[in-house]
């Protein structure tokens, strides 16, 4: 019996962190949100995923493999919609073209590997299905543009759309039923604004109490608070943080992201029952970011905080010594994290503010409760590469191997 | 020189913890708040301050002293507001009727100890400045119904105008600019609904962060979410609680509590910079107390918290089982505050909710939090007492003396 092709497209995509945050969904089939949001696309040097999609009529039906585990991918209704999606759009060239093989009538052998811990709490499924989403289009060659995949990765996972461009992207909500108009868009490239930096501080967490999914469903249905932030207050912060990227405006941006922040996790609370993320040792990074910024006479640092403890904290590369000198002062230098891509550059950063400017309270819980820190900055959308996961007779490799 | 006569009016006056919350002022100098409040005016066998009012041309001046500390009354312009208001309407008595003493032009010695330490954080202010508006219109002989005084305490401190009346007591904001109208009226009297208890999980609390008046200013002045809670929000949970007081409805009572509490704290949350008065061992709270109702199979108790860390959570004497006795095996019996009034009767109560079905984290979390409990229920209003702190002569009486 012959050998069976194997094709193959492998991509790596980033993490997006949001500055306007996405919570609460309008069409739950669609991943349709109730507001629009924005987020900066953050370097694949620190935080991303690699997969490799291949077709071949020698394997035996779909499958998905993410950090070397197999994934029941028939009772993933969003993981069967993004293939659906992207298999109809091959169909389509494969009807014009018929010299094309028929890549979409092939069993699909998607393989996936983050550079971090899952149980750091950082949002992997947005890398994830950005990557799912690049890695398979490429496999078949499909000529969409990355807004035109946003449409399929959203249906993914929502914020997934935004880790389809790099730079600074928003998420339009749209107004459509189909969802068609809802999706994302370049509010300005990494060249725009290069100097943006952020330094995550990964809090020791307990295991989630609500999924995201779960908790924007009881937010949109129960939160009283909730309908004003979704028709007033986002859509302004919108327009004031697209044009504090404009305007390269850090103050503007920075305090826009915490009122933003804060404003997302005031309705989780609001929420019936309620809903908490944050906990002490975020709020001592809240209190020693505004600290920081007392401290300095002028705003360098900026939190933000997605459904989870740790605290993303933005600055510019110019304040690298007053923001991260003083958060490995606090933190010491043996912890993880101060090391490889962004720390070598940040190895001779040492003073940063002085401690006794800081609450000594929160100094002590920050040290009880930081794990790790992880070291990045604003980068660029997905990337095809030549590393595969999946071999050339169709054998997945894991990534040390590639 | 002939001795001057001393005359002398005590009362004690309640704490009242608000189950609708004031939190805003639409007019800082009178008091007036953004919106309507309601809260329990809880037992003065737990909880009490204790004031007497005296007057004699043989003081030298007004003076106030305070758990033994003598005050700084000048410097008080909520304190000067209530004792001018009072010798107003001393001498309009005085002025119709010659034969009374003169007391609205003698010097004012006012001594006021509370049963709690000040340190516990508990709203102490309400029930400071109901016993002094009681104690002096008592001294004064003044004709003033409760809901006239209400208008009185309000300008020392907002929430004691809800001190002055026992049972279920509402704050009505009122429309108009002079005040007059922002009263506090009873909803319900203790007999109407006697069995609403409450246990106070004293907290170990650093210093508060922000003031509630500082804090109050901020959330007006900041919150993009706060003018949907004081149009909207509030108002139709002031009616629906009601209705649940007036049909002695718990589970509506403790939904509508539970409710206003988080949305409370989500306006702090959304200030700018944000306010946390909710702590880890706060969120352990609310964890338990949903816990417990899940594990009954009914809403048996409700939290609520001021501007501090403490919980207070209701439930009904029907409920001592459940409430009590699973605290109780969470906390231990040695801790400080089993004993005492209300302990009495709940010392056989040890069996509660299976700790089991609990969250195990937010059980250590309590555990190592709490410092003491409160044992207390609804209670009348202010009383008039014969054990005075200013003797005969005028000499300052330590409550341990009378």
């Known amino acids: 019996m012959a050998e069976k092709s194997v094709y193959r497209a492998s991509t790596t995509a980033p993490v997006n962190i949001a500055i306007i945050k996405y919570w609460g969904k309008r069409d739950l089939a669609l991943n349709l949100p109730t507001n629009s949001s924005l987020s900066v696309t953050l370097s694949q040097l620190s935080l991303r995923t690699l997969t490799t999609a291949s077709s071949s009529a020698g394997y035996s039906g779909d499958s998905l493999t993410l950090n070397g585990k197999p994934q029941d991918i028939q009772s993933s209704k969003r993981t069967l919609a993004c293939l659906s999606h992207l298999r109809s759009l091959r169909q389509a060239l494969e009807s014009v073209d018929s010299s094309l093989p028929k890549l979409s009538g092939l069993p699909l052998r998607i393989v996936s590997e983050n550079n971090f811990p899952t149980a750091a709490g950082l949002a992997s499924s947005a890398a994830g299905f950005a990557a799912l989403v690049r890695a398979i289009a490429d496999l078949y060659q499909l000529p969409q543009s990355p807004a035109d995949l946003s449409r399929i990765a959203r249906q993914g996972s929502g914020s997934a759309c935004r880790s389809l461009m790099g730079g600074y992207v928003a998420w339009r909500a749209g107004s459509l039923s189909d969802g068609s108009d809802s999706i994302a868009e370049e509010v300005a490239p990494v060249s725009h604004w290069p100097e943006m930096r952020a330094i995550i501080l990964v809090v020791s967490a307990e295991k989630k109490d609500v999924s995201s999914t779960e908790g924007m469903q009881t937010t949109v249905a129960t939160s009283s608070l909730f309908p004003v932030r979704v028709q007033t207050v986002v859509p302004s912060r919108m327009d004031s943080m697209e044009a ?109 503010v002085a401690l006794e400017k800081l609450d000594s309270r929160a100094i002590s819980l920050l040290k009880q409760g930081v794990d790790r820190v992880i070291l990045t900055g604003v980068g660029e959308g997905p990337v095809s590469v030549d590393s595969h996961l999946v071999g050339e007779t169709g054998e997945i490799l894991s990534e040390a191997a590639t």
């Open 244 to 352: 504090a990227i404009r305007n390269r405006d850090f103050s503007a941006f920075a305090e826009i992201t915490m009122r933003d922040s804060n404003s997302f996790h005031a309705t989780c609370l609001d929420s019936w029952p309620p809903i908490f993320y944050m906990n002490d040792i975020s709020r001592a990074a809240v209190r020693l970011v505004h600290d920081i910024n007392r401290a300095s006479s002028k705003t360098v640092c900026a939190y933000t905080f997605d459904a989870g403890p740790n605290a993303v904290i933005y600055y510019l590369e110019e304040s690298s010594e007053l923001v991260v000198g003083t958060f490995k002062a606090i933190l010491g230098e043996d912890i993880n994290g101060w090391h490889g891509p962004f720390g070598d550059r940040l190895l001779s950063v040492t003073e940063g």
